[in-house]
């Protein structure tokens, strides 16, 4: 158990080492923009920093962190400061990707998570609906520690976990269907002498 009283930098590093990223991508999930998401992690350590909470083991640490920085997002969205984005930009996210370094953001592969069409996918879904993919997915949290994290009910968790579901099997369907009629089109405009319209695609 950590003493509250002393929060030392050799716990602090820790803290950031071990759950920075974790932060940093619940943070990206709710508020869409890097420059955004990295404040919510600096108010996030900085609360870390100057809370009396004693933590009974790690899990125990990252839950708290966690459910702060759900608090802070909710506060972001709400403040007339906040810059709500519908995606994030590519070329600026792409420099202010390159300052995270300091909760580890390295190791998240910014580029690649925003070209997928599962990042659009999840961009589309409402707030409520992202976090709890987030946290069942990304976090491998179960019904009952969302609900505790979220204050909810874990009935409530399953019904937005189905909605998101749903969702998301929809939007990704969609996003696929365009690559096949481009296919299909791409067949029967074979020229005589190449391989027959009717082949496989090329995969």
């Known amino acids: 158990m950590t003493n ?31 420059s955004d998401a990295q404040d919510a992690v600096q108010e996030t350590f900085v609360r870390l ?74 961009a589309d879904l409402p707030e409520d609906l992202r976090l709890v993919i987030h946290l069942a997915y990304v976090e491998q949290r179960d019904t009952a520690q969302i609900a505790q994290l979220l204050g909810i009910k874990a009935a409530t968790v399953r019904t937005r976990l189905f909605r998101a579901r749903k969702r998301l099997r929809d939007s990704l369907s969609a996003h696929g269907a365009a690559r096949p009629a481009a296919e299909n089109q791409a067949r029967v405009s074979v020229q005589p002498g190449d391989a027959s319209p009717h082949g496989p695609p090329v995969r």
């Open 4 to 34: 509250p009283t002393m929060r030392s930098d050799a716990f602090m590093n820790h803290a950031i080492d071990a759950h920075g990223d974790a932060v940093l991508r619940l943070a990206l999930n709710q508020l869409r923009n890097v």
């Open 49 to 122: 920093l100057t809370s009396g909470t004693s933590f009974e083991s790690d899990d125990h640490l990252r839950a708290w962190l966690l459910r702060v920085a759900i608090n802070i997002c909710h506060d972001h969205q709400k403040s007339a400061w906040s810059r709500r984005v519908d995606a994030l930009d590519d070329s600026k996210a792409g420099d202010d990707a390159r300052e995270l370094s300091t909760v580890s953001a390295e190791d998240i592969a910014l580029r690649d998570l925003r070209d997928h069409p599962v990042w659009h996918a999840l």
